[in-house]
């Protein structure tokens, strides 16, 4: 209520005389922010050189997650949602979330034995290098864990229906090579002492990050998997329960 028009806006979404009022941030190091406004507003975020040399990083929107670097100047101009409505209060959030851990390649959480389940976040998560080669987005937020097996097994690695995730292989995280592209759940074949990576992101680039739950299972090998190890049926009627 009683703001003034703010510059021609309609570059970043939004109508000409755009009557807002406006907040800055500098974070002190990289993160993922989410902002929020209430449904009767909208907001933009900008970086620049000042206020005479604004450029637009998000138009406008009720809630954006996004990432931030450290040392860089953020403004937020709040408006009405419509040109046509009146000016009124709001509520205007700005949220903070830590890096995970195993937010890098190089800093993947280990798998040690199977059967593995890990209570992981997407939250807070910054974009990985491109993976648009591996079924997925360019900024993927996600998160790593990594696995060596001993001997030739069959896994099946699976995350809950929020989450999706991809296989690599390679000479480190440097060198990745992408063995299976965005599931929910995949069963595939692991050969002894070869390093695969597991990439767990958001579903959709356009979902907020969130907790889940990533499962790792091993199965035997069966005795009879070799046709040199097969099982010799002695007489008949046979009947054999196996797997």
Same mark, same amino acid.
């Given at each position: 209520?009683?703001?003034?028009?703010?510059?021609?806006?309609?570059?970043?979404?939004?109508?000409?005389?755009? #009557?807002?009022?406006?907040?800055?941030?500098?974070?002190?190091?990289?993160? +993922?922010?989410?902002?929020?406004?209430? $449904?009767?507003?909208?907001?933009? !975020?900008?970086?620049?050189?000042?206020?005479?040399?604004?450029?637009?990083?998000?138009?406008?929107?009720? $809630?954006?997650?996004?990432?931030?670097?450290?040392?860089?100047?953020?403004?937020?101009?709040? @408006?009405?949602?419509?040109?046509? &409505?009146?000016?009124?209060?709001?509520?205007?959030?700005?949220?903070?979330?830590?890096?995970?851990?195993?937010?890098?390649? !190089?800093?993947?959480? $280990?798998? +040690?034995?199977?059967?593995?389940?890990?209570?992981?976040?997407?939250?807070?998560?910054?974009? %990985?290098?491109?993976?648009?080669?591996?079924?997925?987005?360019? =900024?993927?937020?996600?998160?790593?864990?990594?696995?060596?097996?001993?001997?030739?097994? +069959?896994?099946?690695?699976?995350? %809950?229906?929020?989450?999706?995730?991809?296989?690599?292989?390679?000479?480190?995280?440097?060198?990745?090579?992408?063995?299976?592209?965005?599931?929910? $759940? #995949?069963?595939?074949?692991?050969?002894?002492? !070869?390093?695969?990576?597991?990439?767990?992101?958001?579903?959709? #680039?356009? &979902?907020?990050?969130?907790?889940? @739950?990533? =499962?790792?299972?091993?199965?035997?090998?069966?005795?009879? =998997?070799?046709?040199?190890?097969?099982?010799?049926?002695?007489?008949?009627?046979?009947?054999?329960?196996?797997?």
């Amino acid at each position: 209520l009683g703001a003034l028009a703010d510059f021609d806006q309609n570059g970043c979404g939004a109508y000409a005389d755009a #009557n807002g009022v406006w907040y800055d941030y500098t974070p002190t190091e990289n993160r +993922m922010l989410t902002a929020s406004v209430d $449904s009767n507003h909208r907001f933009r !975020v900008y970086t620049g050189g000042g206020c005479d040399e604004l450029e637009c990083l998000k138009n406008l929107a009720a $809630s954006n997650t996004f990432l931030v670097a450290s040392n860089v100047r953020y403004w937020f101009l709040v @408006t009405r949602w419509s040109n046509f &409505q009146q000016g009124s209060e709001f509520t205007f959030d700005v949220i903070a979330y830590d890096v995970p851990e195993n937010d890098a390649c !190089v800093a993947a959480s $280990s798998i +040690m034995s199977l059967p593995y389940q890990a209570n992981g976040t997407t939250l807070g998560a910054l974009a %990985d290098f491109d993976q648009n080669g591996c079924g997925a987005y360019a =900024d993927a937020n996600g998160v790593w864990y990594d696995y060596t097996p001993t001997e030739n097994r +069959m896994l099946t690695a699976s995350v %809950d229906s929020n989450h999706r995730f991809r296989v690599y292989t390679g000479g480190g995280c440097d060198e990745l090579e992408c063995l299976k592209n965005l599931a929910a $759940s #995949n069963t595939f074949l692991v050969a002894s002492n !070869v390093r695969y990576w597991f990439l767990v992101t958001r579903w959709s #680039n356009f &979902q907020q990050g969130s907790e889940f @739950t990533f =499962d790792v299972i091993a199965y035997d090998v069966p005795e009879n =998997d070799a046709c040199v190890d097969t099982l010799p049926i002695e007489s008949l009627p046979y009947q054999a329960n196996g797997t």
